[in-house]
Antibody, heavy 128, light 113 residues
Framework: QVQLQESGPGLVKPSQTLSLTCTVSGGSISSGGYYWSWIRQHPGKGLEWIGYIYYSGSTYHNPSLKSRLSISLDTSKNQFSLKLSSVTAADTAVYYC????????????????????WGQGTMVTVSS | QSALTQPASVSGSPGQSITISCTGTNSDSDVGGYNYVSWYQQHPGKAPKLMIYDVSNRPSGVSNRFSGSTSGNTASLTISGLQAEDEADYYCSSYTSSSLLYVFGTGTKVTVL
């Protein structure tokens, strides 16, 4: 059974870089058919897609975050990571990682159809 | 590209059926253009859980009381035989051909009276 677990600092100072890692167990992030995603939820608000990465290294980002965002894979550790630079209080949120299914005909196009397995989420607060 | 539009709240009594709508943009860029609509249930303090994918498919283990459909640019989630445990927030989502690529709905709070 595939499980995901986020890890990283719960407190980040303004203007610094937020770094989170998602460790995948019970399955390989190198297998096709899935992207690996980051999603966040501001306190009391809805879900916001951040971006996702394929095992090939192809990444797709939310344009509103693209200039500050980096998503990468470490296949040797079966992990993927998020780095968000120049953070402000507006980046305070619960951050989730999720396995993301893509239909076989659409994977290489970056088209996904569902976030089928989620991590428990980690709260990140941006404050001095 | 803003979020897909959902009603803020929907309520029903135990045993009743309720339907949550999810309206896309006025083009074929998301809900109306792709069969990649999914629905998520989120209880307070918990991670979202996939309930419906590809408009109307249920993952293994999800009750058949949950069903999905689309009509034009609007997707719908129906919960039949409403139970107390169904009280939660529900989000729709869709792939979009806009620059955003993926969009969530505004969320709907379901209350079981």
């Amino acid at each position: 059974q595939v499980q995901l677990q986020e890890s990283g600092p719960g407190l980040v100072k303004p203007s610094q870089t937020l770094s989170l890692t998602c460790t995948v167990s019970g399955g390989s992030i190198s297998s096709g058919g899935y992207y690996w995603s980051w999603i966040r939820q501001h306190p009391g608000k809805g879900l916001e897609w951040i971006g996702y990465i394929y095992y090939s290294g192809s990444t797709y980002h939310n344009p509103s975050l693209k200039s500050r965002l980096s998503i990468s894979l470490d296949t040797s550790k079966n992990q993927f990571s998020l780095k968000l630079s120049s953070v402000t209080a507006a980046d305070t949120a619960v951050y989730y990682c999720a396995r993301t299914h893509c239909p076989s005909t659409s994977c290489l196009l970056g088209r996904v159809d569902a976030f089928d397995i989620w991590g428990q989420g980690t709260m990140v607060t941006v404050s001095s | 590209q803003s979020a897909l539009t959902q009603p803020a709240s929907v309520s029903g009594s135990p045993g009743q059926s309720i339907t949550i709508s999810c309206t896309g943009t006025n083009s074929d860029s998301d809900v109306g253009g792709y069969n990649y609509v999914s629905w998520y249930q989120q209880h307070p303090g918990k991670a979202p859980k996939l309930m419906i994918y590809d408009v109307s498919n249920r993952p293994s283990g999800v009750s058949n009381r949950f069903s999905g459909s689309t009509s034009g640019n609007t997707a719908s989630l129906t919960i039949s035989g409403l139970q107390a445990e169904d009280e939660a927030d529900y989000y729709c989502s869709s792939y979009t051909s806009s620059s955003l690529l993926y969009v969530f709905g505004t969320g709907t709070k379901v209350t079981v009276l």
